[in-house]
């Protein structure tokens, strides 16, 4: 079934420790995404990348990275976790970056503890 | 960052009608979507709105004037399974900045 895979479902994670979210896509989308959503406040853009090669931050970046080595993949890593970083973490993709049209097909999400 | 207001929450009854309003403050405006998500899923699109004026979609209506910053969803003939979040995106500089989501309850 095509779609986006985000891997964990569900993790607890100690502070302090490395933690890289997986996302993968079989759309040949060009453009990804990482969003994390959090209560009242909605979803906000953490980085993004519009073709492979290519990353940019989003409105929250800070104590995120984000690699694009093909077109399929784009992991989140949290080098050192923080409980400010448990949240629900979203991938999406589209095919349309640059385009006003850009309606994103987005994972099941990745529910992250940081304790 | 971009600024998007929607209501918090909303109730109706299965059978009714219910318009979720969107205003929006950006730069570099290049369109405004719809997004329905249920409780513990991802989002799904609804709608997209580029050009001022009303989009028809089945029961779901989105509409868009772009000199007001406003725009509706409109889900009529509700049922059930409507009961959800709609979350309302401004594509800005061709990224999407999402408002904080507004919870739809149907009840019977």
């Known amino acids: 079934i095509a779609g986006i895979t985000q891997a964990p479902t569900s993790q607890i994670l100690a502070a302090g420790r490395r933690m890289t979210l997986r996302c993968t896509q079989d759309?040949?989308?060009?453009?990804m995404y990482w969003y994390r959503q959090d209560l009242g406040l909605g979803l906000r853009l953490i980085h993004y990348s519009n073709t492979a090669g290519t990353t940019g931050k989003g409105e929250v970046p800070d104590g995120y990275s984000v690699s694009r080595a093909n077109t399929d993949d784009f992991p989140l890593t949290l080098a050192s976790a923080v409980p400010s970083q448990t949240s629900v973490y979203f991938c999406a993709s589209s095919d349309r970056a640059g385009s006003g049209a850009n309606v994103l097909t987005f994972g099941a999400g990745s529910r992250l503890t940081v304790l | 960052g971009q600024n998007i207001d929607q209501p918090t929450e909303m109730t109706a009854t299965e059978g009714a009608i219910v318009q979720i309003n969107c205003t929006y403050q950006?730069?570099?405006?290049?369109?405004l979507f719809w997004y329905q998500q249920h409780a513990g899923e991802a989002p799904t699109f609804l709608s997209y709105?580029?050009?001022?004026g009303l989009e028809e979609k089945g029961r779901f209506s989105s509409f868009l004037s772009r000199s007001k910053g406003y725009s509706y969803l409109l889900l009529k003939e509700l049922q059930m399974k409507d009961s959800a979040s709609y979350l309302c995106a401004v594509n800005h500089d061709y990224k999407l900045s999402f408002g904080a989501g507004t919870t739809v309850t149907v009840r019977a």
């Open positions: 759309m040949r989308h060009n453009a």
């Open positions: 709105n580029v050009l001022d």
């Open positions: 950006t730069s570099g405006f290049n369109g």
